[in-house]
C-alpha cells in the first residue's frame, strides 16, 4: 500500500523554507508590476490632459474602461486556474498586460487609450488573485495571514514605483515613457516565472496526474523528507477542475459569499475612486503635477505600512477585527482630508498616509480573509470571483469621481463621498463574524 503524506499537515508543521519564500516573492513581484501597471495611468493623466488639451475629467470613462477589463480578466480568465493550475496562468498574464502596456505608448488619442486599456485590464485581472492564491498554498496554516499579506502589499509598492517614476520621467522623457518601464517589467518577469516560480503543491495534489509533481515539490519544499515513488500527496479541498460558481455559495459558504462580494465592491470602489483621481485633485488643489505625483504615492506608503502592520497581528487577533478596524480608519481620513479647509504638502502628506493605512491595508486583509474562507479546489474561483465582483465597484467609483471632480470647486470634497463605502464595508466583516461565530445549542427539554 502507498504511504500517504498529508500537504497540509507538512506545510504546517514546518518552519518556512527557502523554497517557499521564493515562491512567496515571486508572487509580491507580480503583484509589485501589476500596482505599477494599474496606477501608472493615473499618475501621467494630469500630464495626458495638458499634452491633448483635455477637460478635467475627461479621462474618467478610459479609467473606467481598464478597470471593466480588469473585472472581466477575474471573472472569466483567473477561475481557469482551478483547473489548470495557478502558475500557467498567472505566466501569461504577466504576458498579456505587459504587452498592452507597451502598446499604450502608441496611442494617439482617447478612443485608442481606452481600447488598449481595456485589453490590457484583461490580463491585469487574472494575476492578482492567483498569485495571492499560490502564497496563500505554500503558506503554513499559523503564518497565512501574514504571507498573504506581505504579498498583497506588492500592489502599493509598485504604485509607489510607478508614482516616483512618472514624477521622474514625465519631465524628461515624457508620459510615455512610463508605460514603456510598466511594459518592458511584466515581460522581464514572465520569463523569471517560467523558470522559477512552482505550480502550487495543493493544488497539484488534487489528482492522480498532479502526484509526481506533488512528490517533486514536496522534496523541494523538504529537502530532508524521504518521498519516494511510492508516496501519495493529499490534499484538503476536494478535487479541481469540478468547481462551480454556484459551488460559492454552497455550505457555510451560503452566507459569507455575497457579504464578500458587497464588501469587495465598497472596498474597491474607494480603492480605484481615490488612486485614480488623487493626482488629478491635488493638482486642481494647487499642487504642481510633480508634487501630486510624489504625495500620491505616499498614500501607497501608508498602504504599506497598514498592509505589514494587520499582517503581523492578523493571525493573532483574527482578519475580521483588523479589517473592520481598517475600513473605520479609512473614514476618519476620508473625513479629515476632505473637511481640512486648507493643505500643506506635509499635512496632504500625513493625512493621506493614514487614509491609504486604512484603505489599501484594508483591502488587502480583507483579500487575505477571502483565501482562508475558500478551500484549495475553489481558491482561484472563490478570490477571481469577489475580486471580479468587487472590479465593478472599481469601474463605479472612478466614474462617480470623474463626475464629482469636473464639477465640484474644491476636488477634495469628493472623498466624503467615500466614508459610506467604508462603513458598509465595515458592517459586512461585522456580519460575516457574527455569521461564522459557533452557536450554542439550546438545552434540550428534560
Known amino acids: 500500500m502507498s ?6 499537515q507538512v ?13 512567496f516573492m515571486l508572487c509580491a513581484a507580480v503583484l509589485f508590476v501589476d500596482g505599477f501597471d494599474v496606477q501608472g495611468i493615473t499618475y501621467v493623466a494630469p500630464a495626458i490632459s495638458q499634452t491633448w488639451n483635455l477637460p478635467r475629467g475627461a479621462l474618467g470613462p478610459t479609467f473606467s474602461a481598464g478597470l471593466f477589463g480588469v473585472m472581466l480578466g477575474a471573472l472569466l480568465f483567473a477561475p481557469l486556474a482551478d483547473r489548470v493550475g495557478r502558475r500557467g496562468v498567472i ?60 504579498v498583497g502589499s506588492g500592489i502599493s509598492l509598485g504604485s509607489i514605483a510607478s508614482g516616483v517614476a512618472a514624477a521622474q520621467l514625465i519631465s524628461t522623457l515624457g508620459w510615455r515613457a512610463v508605460f514603456v518601464v510598466g511594459g518592458v517589467l511584466p515581460l522581464l518577469l514572465a520569463v523569471v516565472l517560467a523558470r522559477w516560480l512552482p505550480e502550487s503543491v495543493r ?39 469540478t468547481v462551480r460558481v454556484a459551488d460559492l455559495f454552497a455550505g457555510g459558504r451560503r452566507h459569507a459569499t455575497p457579504l464578500l462580494w458587497i464588501a469587495f465592491f465598497v472596498s474597491l470602489l474607494n480603492v480605484y475612486l481615490v488612486i485614480n483621481w488623487l493626482p488629478t485633485s491635488l493638482n486642481a488643489s494647487g499642487f504642481t ?14 498602504g504599506i505600512a497598514g498592509t505589514y502592520a494587520l499582517g503581523l497581528l492578523m493571525d493573532r487577533i483574527g482578519p475580521h477585527v483588523l479589517v473592520m478596524g481598517a475600513f473605520l480608519l479609512a473614514s476618519v481620513g476620508f473625513y479629515v482630508f476632505a473637511s481640512t479647509p486648507t493643505l500643506s504638502e506635509w499635512t496632504a502628506t500625513a493625512m493621506l498616509m493614514t487614509t491609504g493605512f486604512g484603505v489599501v491595508g484594508g483591502q488587502v486583509a480583507l483579500t487575505a480573509l477571502a483565501s482562508m474562507i475558500y478551500p484549495v479546489a475553489m481558491r482561484a474561483t472563490g478570490l477571481g470571483w469577489g475580486l471580479g465582483i468587487g472590479r465593478v465597484g472599481s469601474i463605479v467609483g472612478p466614474t462617480i469621481g470623474g463626475l464629482m471632480v469636473a464639477t ?9 463621498v467615500c466614508i459610506v463605502p467604508a462603513l458598509v464595508g465595515l458592517a459586512c ?15 434540550e427539554a428534560i
Open 3 to 8: 504511504r500517504i503524506i498529508d500537504v497540509a
Open 11 to 23: 506545510i504546517d508543521a514546518h518552519p518556512i523554507g527557502a523554497f517557499q519564500i521564493r515562491a
Open 91 to 150: 505566466i501569461y498574464s504577466c504576458i498579456a498586460f505587459g504587452i498592452g502596456t507597451l502598446m499604450t505608448v502608441w496611442v494617439d488619442s482617447l478612443a485608442s487609450l481606452l481600447v488598449v486599456r481595456f485589453f490590457t485590464g484583461l490580463g491585469l485581472g487574472s494575476a492578482l488573485p492567483n498569485a495571492i492564491g499560490l502564497a496563500s498554498e505554500y503558506a503554513p496554516q499559523k503564518r497565512r495571514g501574514l504571507v498573504v499579506m506581505f
Open 203 to 241: 493544488f497539484a495534489a488534487l489528482t492522480e496526474r498532479g502526484q509526481a509533481d506533488a512528490r517533486r515539490l514536496l522534496r523541494q519544499i523538504r529537502p530532508q523528507m524521504a518521498v519516494g515513488d511510492d508516496v501519495r500527496v493529499e490534499s484538503d479541498g476536494g478535487e479541481h477542475g
Open 289 to 302: 503635477q510633480q508634487q501630486a505625483a510624489l504625495i500620491a504615492s505616499m498614500y501607497h506608503l501608508g
Open 408 to 416: 465640484m470647486a474644491d476636488p477634495r470634497a469628493v472623498y466624503l
Open 429 to 443: 466583516v461585522a456580519v460575516l463574524k457574527w455569521s461564522a461565530a459557533p452557536r450554542r445549542r439550546p438545552a
